[in-house]
């Protein structure tokens, strides 16, 4: 009998399994393949950070080397050697999760894990089927990505971003469905490599859920790198005519374009997994958008069943994850933990990164608050044009009143790494006069941040 038995080994299930081995729990972890660490390792952050990795030392090198006074001719792209690269990170990064897993003596299998009654999982395997008994289960089954009913979905030229970072060449014309999250990170690896690159886009800005002023930027510089893009355009129709795939949609106003393509990248975001999973035979309930429903503990509405990551409500994001991970172990420890998921920082791995954390402008807005709004543009910045990164800004949006940084938003180089400042100021509830009087190392990227605060606080930025 095991105290806690996690389905699915992705950031949610791994490291709610380590955190109940820490808390001296029996635990088990079950996964459906043969390698541990579920989308983010397998087929999401890890393998898409090393292929944006790759393509931008390639851009680097075929359009800036030269302005460093670095000669070294034309650049040649070895997409196979790219690849191979990519795979043995991804492996690199399952093997540690393997290791983890014995060092704290949680028993892995792999097979496909359903229930059979709230206490009994049963666990197909290659070898045969076998029951497991649990007190407590945590679903951590994860996402999969959403398909349109009418698009005929090849895995060839009409892919996903699992396909994406496995293709073996790179698209002479990539047509992405989605310009969210994927469809801009695996656009800039291919458009980096040669691609011509077209997004398609419901909306009337990309990454529409971030703030609006970084979705502006973000397109602006994508636009001149090569980028086309179709805002407000709905498709109709997707279909494969030999070697080529041939997209129709509805511009904004009405009219139909057709637009042709060697590949189509479907990323219109993710749906909760929970195919096959037996949750009936517990009695577990789903929301009315397919996800598990979860209470404030992140418990089911049956006692002692728990669930976690992109199958709960939320944002899918590895680092969400893994909050709730260790959020759910230490409530079924008896401790009471805390998550503020105000404060998940969300990033957009192109180049710039864009990154954000708290309330964005049409946020505030729409609730009615009062707020005053700093920005600082990294073309001020000496070590921006030190290292030629002199594209984006950083925004801080602060209370009116009270001077409380309500929101940090940062297209520009590093973002990922620096929106961190933010994630902990606002944490400890700071100001932007806080830390516009914190001392910031000269020179860095991070200075346009105390720069920006300094802007939201009384208008007093230093270098603009
Ligand atoms: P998952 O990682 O999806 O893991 C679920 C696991 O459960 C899978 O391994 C699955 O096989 C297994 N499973 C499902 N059902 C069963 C069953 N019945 N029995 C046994 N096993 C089962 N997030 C970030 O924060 N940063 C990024 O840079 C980032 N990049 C991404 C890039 C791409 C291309 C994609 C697709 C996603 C990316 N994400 C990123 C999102 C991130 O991958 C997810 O938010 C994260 O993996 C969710 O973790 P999870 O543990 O909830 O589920
Ligand atoms: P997304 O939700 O980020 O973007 C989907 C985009 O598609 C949106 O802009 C939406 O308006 C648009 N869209 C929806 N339906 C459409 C349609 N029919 N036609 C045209 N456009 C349409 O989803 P995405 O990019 O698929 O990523 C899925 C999830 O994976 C995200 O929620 C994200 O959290 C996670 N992820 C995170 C990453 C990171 O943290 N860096 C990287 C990649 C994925």
């Not at 951590?140 to 349109?148: D, N, V």
Request: charged share 30%; net charge negative.
């Amino acid at each position: 009998m095991y105290d806690v038995t996690v389905i699915g080994s992705g950031p949610g299930g791994y490291v709610a399994a380590i955190r109940c081995a820490q808390l001296g729990m029996k635990t088990a972890l079950i996964e459906k393949y043969n390698t541990l660490g579920g989308t983010c390792l397998n087929v999401g952050c890890i393998p898409s950070k090393a292929l944006l990795d790759s393509s931008e030392h390639f851009h680097k090198a075929k359009h800036e080397f030269a302005t460093h006074g670095i000669e070294i001719g034309e650049p040649k792209i070895n997409f196979p050697q790219m690849m191979k690269r990519k795979g043995e990170v991804v492996q690199q990064t399952c093997d540690g999760i393997e290791y983890l897993m014995k060092k704290n003596k949680i028993d892995v299998y792999k097979g496909f894990g359903s229930f059979v009654d709230k206490n009994t999982i049963k666990i197909e395997k290659e070898d045969g089927t076998e029951e497991i008994k649990t007190d407590k289960t945590i679903i951590a089954t994860g996402s999969k990505p959403i398909m349109l009913p009418f698009i005929e979905f090849d895995k060839k030229r009409v892919i996903t971003s699992t396909e994406a970072l496995s293709l073996d060449e790179v698209p002479e014309h990539l047509v992405i469905i989605g310009g969210g999250v994927i469809g801009l990170e695996l656009g800039s690896v291919y458009g980096r490599l040669g691609a011509q690159v077209t997004v398609v886009e419901f909306m009337d800005g990309i990454i529409p859920t971030m703030d609006v002023a970084m979705g502006k930027e973000l397109q602006r510089v994508l636009k001149k790198e090569g980028f086309k893009f179709h805002l407000k355009t709905k498709v109709t129709s997707v279909k494969t005519e030999g070697e080529e795939v041939v997209i129709k949609a509805e511009d904004k106003k009405g009219k139909e374009i057709e637009i042709k393509a060697s590949h189509c990248l479907v990323s219109i975001g993710r749906r909760p997994y929970t195919d096959k999973l037996g949750l009936e035979n517990a009695g577990v309930k789903l929301d009315d958008r397919g996800r598990v429903e979860v209470d404030g503990h992140l418990q089911t509405n049956v006692e002692g069943i728990y669930a976690i990551g992109d199958v709960v409500k939320g944002a899918m994001l590895a680092h969400k994850a893994e909050e709730e991970g260790v959020f759910v172990a230490e409530s079924i420890a008896g401790q009471k933990p805390h998550i503020n998921y105000k404060l998940i920082p969300g990033v957009v791995y192109t180049w710039p990164e864009v990154a954000s954390v708290g309330y964005t402008e049409q946020e505030l807005k729409e609730e009615g608050r009062k707020f005053k709004s700093g920005a600082f543009p990294f073309k001020a910045s000496g070590r921006a044009r030190a290292s030629m990164d002199t594209d984006g800004l950083v925004k801080v949006l602060a209370d009116a009143e009270t001077d409380e940084i309500l929101g940090m938003h940062i297209i520009g180089p590093r973002a990922a790494d620096m929106i961190a400042e933010g994630v902990v100021a606002m944490e400890y509830r700071a100001s932007a006069e806080d830390i516009s009087r914190m001392s910031h190392a000269h020179p860095t990227y991070t200075e346009s941040i105390k720069e920006a605060c300094l802007a939201a606080t009384e208008d007093r930025a230093l270098h603009i």
